[in-house]
C-alpha cells in the first residue's frame, strides 16, 4: 500500500514538475529573443536608426514582465517543494489550491480548459498532510479538465463554514467517457483510503475527515472534539 | 532565391510578436498564427513556404495541426519547436512529416539556417515537378 502511495506520490511529482519546467522554459524563449531584439535594435542605433529607441524601452519593459512570471512560477515551485519538508504542518489551504491550480492550468489549457478561481479571501488555515492535499487536488483539476472533452471552463471555489472548509471544483457539460470513469474511481479510492490520515489539529488529536462528493467538493470537516 | 513567407505558430503570443519582427527586420514575410486551428485557416487562404509550430499548444496540439497541414498543403515545410532537451518529441514530429525541429530557446541564425535550407529544397522540387511536366509533355508531343 505504501509503494503505490509513493508510486502515485511521485508520478504526481513528475507530471507537475514537467508543466512547470515547461511554462518556464517559455519565459526563457521570450527573453531570449527579447534580448536578440535589443541587440537587433542597437545595432540599428548604431547606423543612425533613432527608431529604435522606443522599441527599445518596449523589450526592456518585455523583459521585466517575464522576469516577473518567472518570480511567480519559482515561487509557486518553490513552495512545492518544500510541502514535503515536513510531514504534517500548518497551511493556508488557499494557497496551496491557488499554487495547484495555476501549476495543473498549463496542461489543463492543451485540453482547451480554462480555470477560473473563486476563493474567498479569508485564509483557510489548516495543520495537515500538505502533500496529500496537493495530490488530490491537482487529481481533481485533472479530472475536471478530461471531463469536459471540448473544452471549457472549470470553476474552483471555495467556501467557509464554521467547522467546514470546502473547495468546489466544478464544470458546465461534464462528460464522463472511460478515462474521466476510470480517473474518477481512482480518486474515489485515494480519497477513501487516505480520508481520516489527512488532517490532524496538532496536540489536540481532533481529525478532520476530506470529503468528496462530485462533480467535485473537497470538503475539510472538523469532527471529533 | 525569393525570400521565404513563413507562418509561425506558438500560444505565446510574446513569443511570436518578438520573433516575427526579428525574422520581419531580416526580410521574411511572417504571419503569427496563435493556435492550430488559425494556423489551418491561414495556411488556407495564403501561400506559405515554412511553418515554424511548437509542439506544446492548447487544443490542438503541434502534431495534430502538423498532420492536418500536410493533409491540407502538402508542400508546406514544417519546423517543429519542442522544448529544451525535448528530443523524443522533435524525432516524432519528423517520423510524422516535419522537415525538422529545434529546441526552445532558439537560436536564431540556426532558425534562419533551417528556414533557408527548408525554402531551398522547396524551391528543387518544385523545379524538379515542372522539370517533369515539361519532360511528360514533350514525350507525349513525341519531340
Known amino acids: ?225 | 532565391m525569393t525570400l521565404a513567407k513563413v507562418l509561425l505558430v506558438d500560444d505565446e503570443e510574446d513569443f511570436t510578436n518578438v520573433l516575427s519582427q526579428r525574422l520581419i527586420a531580416r526580410g521574411l514575410s511572417v504571419e503569427c498564427a496563435a493556435n492550430g486551428r488559425t494556423a489551418l485557416q491561414k495556411a488556407r487562404e495564403m501561400d506559405f513556404d515554412i511553418a515554424i509550430l511548437d509542439y506544446w499548444m492548447p487544443e490542438m496540439d503541434g502534431l495534430a495541426t502538423l498532420k492536418k497541414l500536410r493533409e491540407e498543403c502538402p508542400h508546406l515545410h514544417v519546423i517543429m519547436l519542442t522544448g529544451h532537451g525535448d528530443v523524443k518529441s522533435g524525432v516524432e514530429a519528423m517520423k510524422q512529416g516535419a522537415k525538422d525541429y529545434l529546441e526552445k530557446p532558439a537560436d536564431l541564425q540556426e532558425l534562419l539556417a533551417k528556414i533557408s535550407e527548408a525554402k531551398s529544397q522547396k524551391e528543387l522540387l518544385f523545379e524538379q515537378a515542372i522539370e517533369e511536366k515539361i519532360n511528360k509533355i514533350m514525350g507525349v508531343k513525341g519531340w
Open chain 1, 1 to 225: 500500500m505504501n509503494e503505490m502511495r509513493e508510486d502515485k506520490g511521485l508520478a504526481f511529482f513528475g507530471r507537475v514538475t514537467a508543466s512547470v519546467s515547461h511554462e518556464m522554459n517559455n519565459v526563457l524563449a521570450i527573453v531570449n529573443e527579447l534580448a536578440g531584439l535589443v541587440n537587433d535594435l542597437l545595432y540599428g542605433l548604431k547606423q543612425g536608426d533613432d527608431n529604435g529607441l522606443e522599441r527599445l524601452g518596449q523589450a526592456a519593459e518585455g523583459i521585466q514582465k517575464q522576469i516577473r512570471r518567472g518570480e511567480e512560477i519559482v515561487k509557486r515551485m518553490n513552495r512545492f517543494a518544500h510541502s514535503v519538508d515536513d510531514p504534517i504542518s500548518e497551511f493556508d489551504l488557499h494557497v496551496v489550491i491557488a499554487d495547484m491550480a495555476a501549476m495543473a492550468q498549463r496542461r489543463a489549457a492543451l485540453k482547451g480548459v480554462r480555470f477560473e478561481t473563486m476563493l474567498c479571501q479569508e485564509p483557510i488555515m489548516i495543520t495537515g498532510v500538505r502533500f496529500e492535499i496537493q495530490r488530490l487536488a491537482f487529481a481533481g483539476f485533472e479530472l475536471a479538465s478530461s471531463a469536459l472533452a471540448g473544452g471549457g471552463t472549470v470553476s474552483i471555489a471555495s467556501r467557509r463554514l464554521e467547522n467546514l472548509a470546502e473547495i468546489s471544483i466544478t464544470a458546465a457539460a461534464w462528460k464522463e467517457n472511460g478515462d474521466v470513469l476510470k480517473m474518477k474511481s481512482e480518486l474515489s479510492a485515494d480519497m477513501r483510503r487516505l480520508n481520516g490520515t489527512l488532517f490532524w489539529e496538532l496536540g489536540t488529536a481532533i481529525n478532520f475527515p476530506l470529503v468528496l462528493s462530485f462533480p467535485i467538493a473537497l470538503s475539510v470537516e472538523k469532527r471529533g472534539q
